[in-house]
């Protein structure tokens, strides 16, 4: 029996295009999501629409680093980075507002800019179906697709009011093209002492490179421009189980050994430490 097309997913078939074609609208048929010339895309009885063509990307979250974000974004412990954003983005755009969630996980932060936004509608990006089966049901206005933030975007020119970045990497050229010229990148990004009491513990953790900012600099400053910064620096208390999922639902996760994580080398708590960016296109 086909799938019906999830109601969020027809909010976006004006500025959906062909991954193969490019140019071409999408637009519903038997399940599915088709092209003119015949390109054909599958939508995932989960909600989600496949659009990755050719070779997979291989790097998106797995079953057990999703389940433990899930867990661990439900605890609030980031909720003020959730509320950064949000704040970021309404400040900048219409009630009304689109907005594209780039690396998007289960959607928590994009759930969280489209419930200060009352007629928004929003797209998440990822690689990882894992991801995208909680992300296609995080909020009722709320798309997901599965797409690799190093190809260009399925999406038409000027097609968003806001590109969302939170810990995700990141596609300049791109984030400029789909923008709209008075829309706002948002960029959310660890500080140095981001979770310092984790990586002191467990020194497999994947280290934050001093030269972040410097290289997010470089890299945004020939399409965009900084318009605020803010800074959101917490302390945040972990029980063990929640610490164990911390560690579990990031990419040190697949560098850090059983025995690193052990209960007793965790910390009871870290210090939450992001920088939060609204940037305008040039």
Not at 54 to 73: H, I, K, Y
Not at 163 to 184: I, K, M, S
Request: aromatic fraction near 6%; charge should be neutral.
């Amino acid at each position: 029996m086909p799938v019906s097309l999830p109601p969020a997913l027809e909010l976006f078939l004006d500025l959906l295009r062909c991954p193969t074609c490019r140019t071409r609208h999408l637009h519903p048929e038997r399940g599915a999501l088709r092209c003119p010339a015949g390109h054909t895309f599958d939508i995932a009885r989960h909600g989600y629409a496949g659009l990755l063509t050719g070779n997979r990307a291989t790097s998106g979250d797995d079953a057990a680093m999703v389940q433990a974000r899930e867990r661990f974004l439900s605890t609030g412990a980031y909720a003020p980075i959730r509320e950064v954003g949000a704040r970021l983005a309404a400040d900048a755009v219409s009630e009304r507002a689109t907005v594209v969630d780039v690396g998007c996980g289960t959607g928590y932060y994009l759930a969280g800019i489209l419930d200060k936004l009352p007629g928004g509608r929003g797209l998440g990006l990822d690689t990882s179906v894992r991801a995208l089966r909680l992300a296609a049901r995080t909020h009722d206005r709320a798309a997901a697709a599965a797409w690799d933030v190093f190809r260009p975007f399925p999406l038409a020119d000027g097609a968003a009011d806001v590109v969302l970045d939170v810990f995700a990497p990141r596609n300049p050229a791109e984030f400029h093209r789909v923008l709209r010229p008075t829309g706002r990148l948002i960029v959310v990004r660890p500080t140095g002492r981001h979770l310092s009491e984790l990586r002191g513990r467990l020194p497999a953790m994947i280290a934050i490179d001093p030269a972040k900012e410097q290289r997010l600099h470089l890299a945004l400053d020939p399409f965009f421009e900084a318009v605020v910064t803010e800074q959101e620096e917490y302390p945040a208390t972990l029980p063990k189980l929640d610490a164990l999922d911390l560690v579990a639902m990031t990419p040190s996760a697949r560098h850090v050994s059983r025995a690193d994580n052990d209960e007793g080398l965790l910390p009871d708590r870290v210090t939450v430490s992001v920088l939060a960016t609204a940037y305008q296109p040039r």
